[in-house]
């Protein structure tokens, strides 16, 4: 199996900044893409950044020039480096991943995978 467990996340002051991580573990035979969305209380989850395997990015307009996405292949880890926090990016962020597993009779299975979520708490 594979899972997706999420570190960095906390509370911070406007202007601050903090670095979310998303290290995958398992049977993985590659990963295609990986991502971070979010989820504000009352709102739907929305996409922040993703990155695919030739490092390629985009983002959701309300974090450019402010959220950096990046990923250690050699590590399976994704990072989302965030500064200038403001109030509004307050919610539980989530990592996705797109990745291609091993199974146990040596198949390859693709499929979605998220972790478990990391809060992050924007306010004075």
């Known amino acids: 199996q594979v899972q997706l467990v999420e570190s960095g996340g906390g509370l911070v002051q406007p202007g601050g900044s903090l670095r979310l991580s998303c290290a995958a573990s398992?049977?993985?035979?590659?990963?295609?893409?990986m991502g971070w969305y979010r989820q504000a209380p009352g709102k739907e989850r929305e996409l922040v950044a993703v990155?695919?395997?030739?490092?390629?990015?985009n983002y959701a307009d309300s974090v450019k020039g402010r959220f950096t996405i990046s990923r250690d292949n050699a590590k399976n880890t994704v990072y989302l480096q965030m500064n200038n926090l403001k109030p509004d990016d307050t919610a539980v962020y989530y990592c996705?991943?797109?990745?291609?597993?091993?199974?146990?009779?040596?198949?390859?299975?693709?499929?979605?995978?998220w972790g478990q979520g990391t809060q992050v708490a924007v306010s004075s």
């Open positions: 996705n991943a797109d990745i291609t597993r091993v199974t146990g009779s040596n198949l390859r299975r693709r499929g979605a995978y």
């Open positions: 990155i695919d395997d030739s490092s390629s990015t």
């Open positions: 398992g049977s993985i035979f590659s990963i295609n893409f």
